[in-house]
């Protein structure tokens, strides 16, 4: 249930309205929107008597939530929520590239793929810590050494760090080095997990599984958003169907049907989803188009020697080309692509390193 505050609505009233749908056995989520109050009542309780409420000082009004999601829903907020991470603006009018390597092998490849990425102008540096694998015989990332390694150059090189999450035990640790939380498309469905992540309040990038519906994508955003944190992120990364010829297939149509439901941002892997290099660049251009308000792409400067996911990884002069092509349509689009300033550019003016020493470690 939406409760509407009328525009001359005091503080107290709201709050008011507010500790009578708690006492009710409902969450009270309180948004501003344009010139009014809004109070999404939400949760299982005591029935909502919407008469009694409308007698209630500045109520002005008071509707059904149609939809089963009702805080990631555009009846709950009109406008696009823009989620900040550590200062990088990800949706509305804005364009925002996450990059860097599938997983974290060392700290002198982690180095090594940030300059790269954070000069051709990603604004988030990606690396995994903790890698989920179908083999088990496969490498798992390098846990909390490799969180360690990724806030150091994060911090270094001035860049948002996104890693992911893959049980409630990791959560305190990955919080405590990351500024945008992953949550996997094997873990969208991870209730106890999305809860705990919610619970933290830092940014969550919550990528789609690998065979769920938007709206079961959109009820698991919930989960994070009924813990009281808004800064959700949504990732289309492909689903399964029957073709063979990409890893997964690239679900575009999600892009406009998510922004004409809900207000959260949401991004596109082409990475994972085409699982070849020579398709990446065609899959992400395809998604900006679509309204997507950014990228997540995997680069490596060695692919070949890569531990994980080393064929859909682009190189860094492909991502360079890439981002010219993204802020053309994002321009097209009238959005302004988010590029890092340049004062805290990791190369000086003859392109060499400041931190000589992290290469040879």
Not at 120 to 147: N, T, V
């Amino acid at each position: 249930m939406l409760i509407i505050m009328n525009s001359q609505a005091s503080e107290r009233e709201i709050e008011e309205v507010a500790a009578r749908v708690r006492a009710l056995g409902r969450a009270a989520h309180v948004a501003r929107r344009d010139d009014e109050t809004v109070i999404g009542a939400v949760g299982e309780g005591r029935r909502l008597p919407a008469e009694a409420l409308l007698r209630l000082p500045g109520v002005a009004n008071v509707v059904p939530l149609p939809k089963p999601y009702k805080l990631a829903s555009r009846d709950f907020q009109h406008d696009d929520s823009v989620v900040m991470v550590r200062g990088v603006p990800v949706g509305g009018r804005h364009t925002a590239v996450i990059a860097g390597p599938c997983t974290v092998e060392g700290e002198a490849m982690l180095w090594r793929i940030a300059r790269h990425c954070r000069e051709r102008g990603a604004a988030i540096l990606r690396g995994g810590a903790f890698k989920p694998r179908s083999s088990p015989y496969s490498f798992q990332g390098l846990g909390a050494e490799a969180l360690a390694m990724l806030r150091a150059c994060g911090d270094e090189l001035g860049m948002p760090v996104c890693t992911e999450v893959m049980e409630t035990r990791q959560v305190e640790a990955v919080a405590r080095h990351a500024d945008l939380i992953q949550v996997g498309a094997r873990n969208m469905q991870n209730y106890s997990l999305l809860s705990e992540v919610g619970k933290t309040h830092k940014p969550v990038l919550l990528k789609r599984g690998l065979s769920a519906s938007v709206k079961e994508w959109l009820l698991s955003a919930e989960y994070v958003l009924a813990e009281g944190n808004p800064n959700v992120i949504l990732c289309e990364r492909g689903i399964k169907t029957f073709e063979e010829s990409v890893r997964y297939s690239l679900d575009v149509t999600s892009v406009p049907v998510v922004r004409r439901d809900s207000h959260l941002p949401i991004l596109v892997d082409p990475s994972h989803a085409a699982g070849r290099r020579e398709l990446v660049g065609a899959l992400a251009l395809a998604g900006i188009a679509a309204g997507a308000h950014g990228l997540v792409v995997e680069v490596h400067d060695q692919p070949e020697t890569a531990l994980c996911d080393g064929p859909q990884a682009l190189l860094p002069g492909d991502l360079e080309g890439l981002m010219g092509k993204v802020q053309k349509i994002s321009e097209a689009l009238g959005r302004k692509l988010f590029r890092p300033a340049r004062e805290h550019c990791p190369l000086n003016a003859a392109g060499n390193d400041r931190h000589p020493q992290r290469e040879s470690r």
